[in-house]
């Protein structure tokens, strides 16, 4: 049983400073306002919790994708719509989260700015101590970021501003989606 | 912001066969049928998924109950009631989990029947496989359980029907429970 009819999962993935938590933020907000049941799974506090026994590694990289996909599929089942803001570096991780989900229920969006604009906006020092050597594994610095082949939405938050970026996700849920077989469904009316 | 007031953790702890499912999926009915958001965690479907990964060793088990917990907050976090259904057997592990929701939010209710009453039930055939020494490390029979020492509920089910625990947990979150401090709120109306 389901409590409505909107779960799904809204994947963010994009380099550190790109933008993922404040569409998360925005999307959330618009969301709760037209009554729909939203949550935000943020990489940064789910590695306080959840995740806290992992670090930056390959397999552990690789891990916290897992659980955090497996938790979003918990959400989606539950008929909440699940926002997920990861940088997720790699597209085998992603594929591995998306197939935990029901067909059409999986929504990656790829937050594309360019480094160089994360780089300057580096709102928690994060590049400048990457850069430094201070900070080792850091995505698209000193280590790879693999970005989406066919993301559902791809917004370019150098040129978007976060309103314009929660209106074009609030616009694909919109559309209808196609489920298993030839299954059509909504997530918003 | 929360989606609504009633976020909170229904944690049941008993015996394998003692009822906790059967008392989830009732509980999650009569929920949604108030019109309040619920799900269910259930230790045997979290471990083909979030806890894949782990087996039935003391450290495995506590990070199975860790993670549980840690995904249980995310859910009342954001407004809904999670009901847990998991042996849980150590009484540490739970205190762990109960230290991650705010006070006054976590419902610890000992899922009490008797091992020879949940030994005759045996649905799932488990205590015959351990008896046989072809499960290890099964609570119960060859493994700890730790009771409870003050839980907020206590449900006989070798006495009482699902129906009435049920009515008993709705009834508990009906009473004005208290947060930190002097405050009070109450999970039902």
């Not at 809204?10 to 790109?18: V, Y």
């Not at 618009?30 to 590695?47: S, T």
């Not at 979003?72 to 991780?93: E, M, N, Q, R, W």
Request: net charge positive.
């Amino acid at each position: 049983m389901k409590n409505t009819n909107a779960g799904c999962v809204i994947w963010l993935t994009g380099l550190s400073g790109s933008g993922k938590s404040s569409i998360a933020s925005g999307l959330k907000r618009a969301l709760l306002k037209l009554g729909k049941p939203a949550c935000i799974l943020d990489g940064d506090k789910v590695r306080r919790g959840l995740c806290s026994d992992l670090a930056f590694s390959p397999p552990d990289r690789k891990e916290n994708v897992r659980r955090i996909g497996e938790v979003a599929k918990l959400f989606a089942d539950a008929g909440i719509i699940c926002i997920v803001a990861l940088i997720s570096p790699y597209g085998s991780d992603r594929q591995t989260a998306r197939s935990t989900v029901e067909a059409g229920r999986f929504i990656e969006v790829y937050v594309n700015a360019p480094i160089e604009v994360c780089e300057q906006r580096d709102r928690k020092g994060l590049y400048a101590r990457a850069r430094a050597g201070r900070l080792k594994a850091f995505t698209g610095v000193s280590a790879p970021y693999e970005p989406p082949e066919k993301p559902e939405i791809e917004l370019h938050t150098d040129k978007l501003t976060i309103t314009k970026s929660v209106t074009k996700i609030l616009d694909y849920l919109k559309k209808p989606a196609r489920g298993k077989g030839a299954g059509f469904f909504r997530l918003l009316p």
